[in-house]
């Protein structure tokens, strides 16, 4: 078994008396589609800030490519190829679209400490930028403010900004909330795409995208890990089934 | 690109004046263009990374002080060997103090910028050896003529619109951008947010010690005001004023400035009043500033 | 130091402590529900303490002056929420230390205008003109120690109407979550006025009750302006406790400071800022999350 890309070893996250995440150990392995689902108040989300830096774990480790990131700053574990999206959008609601893509993409520079020569100038940015839009179906918009976007086009250019990071492993929190059947289905496709190659831990409350794209399904309850296996392990589970109360998971 | 036109037409129409001969001139606009200086580069903080910062005079009043202290103490006054000595003062301390305020975010860093500039305020204002509530006189000015004095003013003031011009458009002035408009964002995408704005803090800081530099140069004189948080305010009005986040903005609100408070003198003891009523009509009905109504780009 | 002097001087720190907490608390509430940062706080200490320092000498009282003019300052806040502040709730950083700077010049103007550029020796009421014997070599004069009980009366009303009535739990719900207060169908805008007249009439107080120790000056609200904001800095903005607990720490290192080393008597408090800042940079008892 090849080591795993990124590890949780009891993480553990309390707010005062309340353990959100409590002692959860997790591998993730390359290169699979893992899904992280629960009802609501899981723990979830929190799970997903612990591992972009956004919190700090109250106990407990997280490795990648075995090493030590427990304290590591979003930015850091940024630099480290671990990218992330947001539920509600995370953009620059008065840059364009082709700006907050480039952003991103100026991030991998080697550092944007560069104070002389015009930004436009460097060629590789302008590329992977341009690169992130267009998979991800936004190349028309590109002159468009990210604020006036359409709510499905904002989760397009949430992911395009995560991908013009170039990252090996990518968090997502529940890219799918709020989108209508169509625009679901159109950006599962493109999770589809960008998936391959990549490593991602999905968080997401809609069934039918999770069993369909995913390898690993864990379950969380009261931030502890209730179940994890094969989609279809997880799907025929009483437990899982009681767990959220009898709803319809197949 | 008219814009272009008119900046570098007021350019050279400044630089024009140096060949006046003119007494009051040379003073008022020497003075005004200083101001343009500290506008610009607050406004590199406020405008472009969304630091507000009250700390901006006191890197002015720092320089100055250096000078004083330079020539007075160690009888230096070759420019050559004054003005590293004095930048590097200003710089240092914008070093020191933007460290320590940055720790603080939003109305915190504000109020700890204050705090910081208040502190250097008593520092020269309750020390004898300082100068005291008097100040300084420069013995000997690093220039003689206020013509050359003129001079040096604008030619920084150009040199310093160029290279902060350039920075913006550089990705390290893209980065400021992202940064003013959603910080965390930043964070999550790679970048160590705070270096950014430390460096900012850092480059203003050090082209206001410029402003404080040439100050002293002009009058040959230094004194606490120039430190405290009333100066601090003004600049900021002046960046209101023009139009923060434009760059050009700040400067024509500088020179605006400068001329309601020369005539404001004249017109009646209270102009302090007509300053103030000026401000709270800016933030309640211009909030663009000057550089609104001209309706111009964002980027310098 | 003696023991005497030692006891003298933390009981001074002590009472200008709480000097300081009353003006810092009016501006932590301020900030806390309303969301804007006042820099004209200190110029409504001013104008408390010419206030007090302009009826005492017309109705020869300074208890009566007071009396009178609190409900003065309240008013004046009132008037300046409605006309000026309140235009900033939903303004940038920049907009409010600007509105706010423009207060504070239009402030001295008026003060300028109206009472001129002396400086004004305030009587202590006879009534309160004895001093109070501490050990053997130092005494206390008792207008200090009225000053002290004023502030903790009022530190003590304060947590009493935030905590237990139902104005304090409308004012503690504006200040979490003013849209959903608004929702509810409590009126907002009442709330944020009386808040801000409470803030004003605090920082009136303090200003009357310093006038006879400090006397009455122009600018004398600039140097509680930047200790009060240095104490909010320590305390955490927005949290009472945190006032009184910087107030305190402010109070005393700059006593102590001015006795023990003359000439950096106002650096020890900056000192002290930076090393609070250092260790924690929200205060010690500010908000968890990212600040306004």
């Known amino acids: 078994m090849p080591e795993p890309l990124l590890l949780t070893e009891a993480l553990t996250r309390r707010f005062g008396a309340l353990a959100a995440v409590d002692g959860v150990s997790l591998a993730f392995e390359e290169g699979r589609v893992h899904a992280v689902i629960g009802p609501n108040g899981a723990g979830k989300s929190t799970f997903l800030n612990l591992l972009s830096g956004e919190l700090r774990a109250t106990r407990g480790q997280v490795r990648f490519r075995g090493l030590d990131v427990t304290r590591a700053t979003p930015d850091e574990l940024s630099r480290l190829g671990i990218g992330r ?11 364009s679209c082709a700006d907050c893509a480039w952003l991103a993409a100026q991030s991998r520079l080697p550092s944007s400490m560069r104070f002389f020569r015009p930004a436009e100038r460097y060629a590789e940015v302008g590329d992977r930028a341009a690169r992130a839009l267009d998979v991800c179906g936004l190349s028309g918009r590109r002159p468009a403010l990210a604020g006036q976007l359409s709510y499905g086009e904002q989760r397009q250019l949430e992911i395009a900004m995560m991908l013009a990071t170039e990252p090996t492993l990518l968090l997502l929190d529940e890219p799918l909330a709020g989108l209508g059947h169509d625009e679901a289905l159109r950006v599962v496709a493109l999770l589809t795409e960008v998936a391959r ?29 209730l179940e994890r296996g094969s989609p279809d392990q997880v799907r025929n589970s009483a437990a899982v089934r009681e767990a959220y109360l009898g709803e319809e998971i197949a | 690109m008219t814009r272009r036109i008119l900046l570098l037409a007021g350019a050279l129409a400044l630089g024009a004046v140096a060949f006046s001969g003119d007494r009051f001139w040379l003073q008022f606009l020497g003075k005004a263009m200083i101001g343009c200086i500290l506008a610009m580069s607050l406004d590199l903080l406020v405008g472009f990374t969304g630091l507000v910062s009250l700390a901006h005079s006191a890197f002015f009043g720092l320089a100055a002080y250096a000078l004083a202290g330079v020539t ?19 710089a240092a301390a914008a070093l020191i ?40 006189y420069v013995v000997e000015r690093p220039v003689d003529s206020r013509a050359a004095a003129y001079v040096a003013i604008w030619a920084a003031l150009v040199l310093a619109y160029l290279l902060l011009a350039r920075i913006l458009r550089a990705p390290y002035g893209r980065a400021l951008e992202g940064i003013r408009v959603n910080e965390q964002r930043m964070r999550s ?3 160590p947010t705070r270096r950014y704005k430390l460096v900012a803090f850092v480059i203003a800081g050090a082209l206001a010690g410029v402003a404080g530099y040439l100050d002293a140069t002009l009058y040959g004189f230094v004194n606490p005001a120039q430190l405290g948080w009333r100066q601090s305010g003004l600049i900021l009005v002046t960046v209101l004023l023009g139009g923060k986040g434009t760059l050009y903005g700040p400067a024509l609100g500088a020179l605006l400035l400068a001329f309601i408070e020369h005539y404001g003198e004249r017109v009646t003891e209270h102009w302090n009043a007509l300053i103030a009523a000026l401000v709270i009509a800016v933030v309640l009905f211009l909030p663009r500033g000057l550089a609104g109504l001209v309706q111009g780009g964002r980027r310098a | 130091m003696s023991l005497s002097l030692f006891a003298l001087q933390l009981i001074n720190g002590v009472e200008y402590g709480l000097l300081l907490f009353l003006v810092a608390s009016g501006l932590t509430l301020v900030f806390g529900v309303l969301g804007v940062l006042n820099f004209a706080h200190g110029s409504f200490y001013m104008l408390g303490a010419y206030l007090a320092w302009w009826l005492s000498e017309r109705t020869g009282n300074l208890l009566l002056a007071i009396l009178v003019g609190l409900p003065a300052m309240a008013l004046i806040g009132l008037l300046v929420e409605r006309l000026a502040i309140g235009r900033l709730y939903l303004r940038d950083h920049l907009s409010q230390v600007l509105l706010t700077y423009g207060l504070v010049l239009l402030f001295n103007e008026l003060q300028r205008a109206l009472w001129g550029n002396d400086v004004h020796g305030v009587a202590t009421p006879k009534a309160l003109s004895f001093t109070i014997p501490l050990g053997e070599a130092q005494t206390w004069p008792a207008w200090r120690a009225f000053t002290a009980l004023c502030c903790i009366a009022v530190a003590v009303a304060m947590r009493q109407v935030i905590l237990k009535t139902r104005w304090g739990m409308r004012v503690r719900a504006g200040a979490s979550n003013a849209e959903m207060v608004e929702a509810l169908g409590i009126d907002v805008r009442r709330v944020f006025s009386v808040v801000f007249s409470a803030g004003t009439a605090l920082a009136g107080l303090a200003g009357m009750l ?36 910087g107030a305190m720490l402010v109070g005393i290192a700059d006593t102590f400071g001015k006795v023990l080393l003359p000439g950096f008597a106002s650096a020890m408090v900056y000192a002290v800022m930076a090393a609070v800042l250092l260790w924690r940079p929200r205060g010690l008892l500010g908000p968890a999350f990212e600040g306004r």
């Open chain 1, 85 to 95: 999206s947001y539920q509600t959008a995370n953009l620059f609601p008065e840059l």
């Open chain 1, 197 to 225: 190659g990549r490593t991602v831990i999905l968080v997401e409350h809609d069934m039918d995208a999770v069993f369909s794209i995913s390898d690993t399904v864990t379950v969380l309850v009261d931030g502890r890990v």
């Open chain 2, 72 to 90: 007075n103490r160690l009888g230096l006054v070759n420019p050559l060997l004054t003005f590293p000595v004095c930048l590097l003062a200003a």
């Open chain 2, 97 to 136: 103090i933007g460290w320590l305020s940055l720790r603080a975010t939003g109305v915190y860093f504000i109020m700890v910028t204050l705090a910081f500039t208040q502190m250097l305020f008593y520092l020269f204002n309750d020390s004898p050896a300082l100068g005291g509530s008097d100040g300084l």
């Open chain 2, 189 to 191: 995408l790679g970048y």
């Open chain 3, 210 to 245: 310093a006038a006879p120790l400090t006397t009455v000056y122009p600018g004398m609200g600039e140097s509680v302006l930047i200790l009060s904001f240095v104490v909010v800095v320590i305390g955490g903005i927005g949290s009472i406790k945190g006032a009184f607990l």
